[in-house]
């Protein structure tokens, strides 16, 4: 059986070895690594990184002032990081995520604020109180508020709209963390459903190579794990992975808050899981969901940017990861207030807390007063996914829909199908009725006829001579309308491709302004 086509292999000999080197570049503050060999060290004051595959490498160098740095995403675990290049990035308040490509968290590091126990206390404490249940049943409120406008504005499905507005109705009645988890779970179910049949697109040159069950978006549960992991398809790939940028978001933002990440209040205490990250993922989850979505609607999936393993399980590519990791900023700012709100929930419970605002390092709001009743996530605009030819997956230029050999080869292709049904519309019965009608007028008109009629001086070769030439400056619908023939005889008549019936010169000769004076003149 012949291999499967996944990642595009080098068709250079081994004797002859051609190096390409990008240079890296932060975008929305983002620069992620990728590949095999990835080197991240300090040299003479400056961040070197380097990645890539074969020798398709990528290079960056950059200085402590004006890098634009605040996310390191490495996907992937081969390669070194040096501890220089930890300190590096802590003195410049950037973040290191280490990701794997299934969408799972692998490394934290970043920024960390200034811890105090009396936080972490209120934290621990917390889920034998009514403040879990308070925290726990406003994470899902602003949830399911985010589901319900994604079902009623994106797929327009106003019963499973209405399943997830009465469950979010239910938890804000809810007494226990149980009930809320519960409620949840219910609405959830609907609204997965929503997303089962959702089409998923690929350039048409991709289809040959695309699974069946890549088409569309299918179930959340993966028949690899009976969960969302190892995602069989590349529509729950990628949310995976978006998901796990937001995870990472949420760690780096409890820590710079002071918070103890693994202490949660919504999701149950495991073996390597930060619950309380987890939390807090919670209300920023529908944003992550509409912008895959417009994603889906908006622009075709390419086949080279995923590749199946040998299980069915659906990894990504690294240039995908690269776009998908630039999100980090958006996702970052959106649960910011999310985790400034649990943080002054906690403080507010802490008796003679020795400060008057709780700190607000995330959204930066200590100049005004910030009340402790709710928070709300401001919606921002994440980078735009690539515009993709829908025929062969290659980039398009803005404002366009296809790229330029697909746009010639449609368009050629058009210009046949137009021949083609004009070809089948000129011998249908009513066409051809309708020719036999003008040949019957144009008989009649050229048996009437008497040459006797026509000046003698308007003569074949006066008409070559003279009118002919005269004829291109005048109007082809004016000739087709003053003859009674069709525009594309009259164009010929006029280019003088065609010689008309004699009938004709004398209104030709009138059109173009020549007379017996100008017949005259050639005589003399």
Known sequence: MAATHTVSNSTQSRNFRTDTTTQLVPRHGVVTLYGYGINVRVDRGHLICRSGISTDRQNGRFARVGHGLRRLVVVGSDGMVSLAALRWLADQRAAFVMLERDGSVLAVTGPVGPSDARLRRAQALARQSQLAV?????????????????????????????????????????????????LEAQAAQAYWSAWYVKPITFPK????????????????????????RLAANP?????????????????????????????????????ARDSLACDLMEAVRPQIDAYLLDWIDRQPFCRHWFFEKNDGNCR?????????????????????????????????????????????????????????????????????????CPRCGSSVKPRK????????????????????????????????????????????????????????????????????????????????????????????????????HPRHWQKLAQLAGVSRNSFDNGME
């Open 134 to 182: 308070n925290i726990a049943r406003e994470l899902i409120s602003q949830k399911l508020a985010g589901q319900e406008w994604v079902i009623r504005e994106k797929f327009q499905d106003q019963v499973v709209a209405d399943t997830i507005a009465r469950a979010a109705i239910a938890v804000r009645t809810a007494g226990t963390i149980e009930v809320i988890r519960s």
């Open 205 to 228: 040159n991709d289809l040959g190579r695309v699974p069946s069950h890549w088409l569309t978006f299918g179930t959340r549960k993966s028949p690899l794990s009976g969960s969302p």
């Open 235 to 271: 529509a729950n790939a990628m949310l995976n992975y978006l998901y796990a940028v937001l995870e990472s978001e949420a760690r780096l933002a409890a820590a710079a808050l002071g918070l103890d990440p693994g202490i949660g209040f919504l999701h149950v205490d495991t073996d």
């Open 316 to 388: 990504l590519m690294g240039p995908l990861c690269v776009r998908l990791s630039e999100t980090a900023q958006t996702w970052g700012s959106l649960i910011a207030p999310v985790a400034e709100w649990i943080s002054r929930t906690l403080w507010s419970t802490i008796r003679n807390p020795r400060r008057v605002l709780s700190p607000t390092h995330l959204t930066q709001n200590h100049r005004r007063q910030v009340k402790a009743t709710g928070f709300h996530t401001a919606v921002q605009l994440p980078p735009q996914p690539p515009r993709l």
């Open 401 to 500: 829909k296809h790229c330029v050999p697909c746009a010639i080869a449609m368009q050629r292709q058009g210009f046949l199908n137009i021949a083609e049904r004009g070809r089948v519309a000129a011998h249908t019965p009513g066409a051809e009725a309708k020719r036999g009608e003008t040949q019957r007028k144009r008989f009649v008109a050229q048996h009437n006829w008497k040459s006797s009629d026509q000046p003698s001086w308007l003569d074949e070769a006066f008409y070559v001579k003279t009118i002919r030439p005269q004829l291109v400056m005048v109007k082809i619908k004016a000739v087709a309308a003053s003859l009674g023939v069709s525009i594309p005889y009259a164009s010929l008549v006029c280019a003088g491709q065609r010689l008309p």
